[in-house]
């Protein structure tokens, strides 16, 4: 399995939350589409992204795009002490900080 750092997780104007890598990502990651669950590769932006957020917390959705990155593309996603939270509530920083 392999792992990718997340240097910044933004919950950005159209209420989508994007998980972006240290690593830039690579090209295959676009077909994590194909699991039909709403994430998506932003190549622009270099992360996973979900779809709009309507009724899931910020925290659900982090935890979904971690499992299905992990179960279609085979990457486990990681924080780090230095990762970025943009628009990110402090409960739902607090809950997916405890989950480590």
Known sequence: MKTETINKIVLN??????LHLDSK?????QYVYR?????????????FKSTEIKEWTVSDWYFHIKDIVRSSLNIDLKLNEMTIWENIPETEQTKIKNAL
């Not at 990502?25 to 990651?29: F, L, N, Q």
């Not at 699991?35 to 992360?47: C, L, N, S």
């Open 13 to 18: 104007n159209s209420n989508e939350l994007i």
């Open 35 to 47: 699991e039909a669950a709403g994430v998506y590769w932003d190549e622009k932006q270099k992360g």
């Open 25 to 29: 990502g690579e090209p295959m990651y």
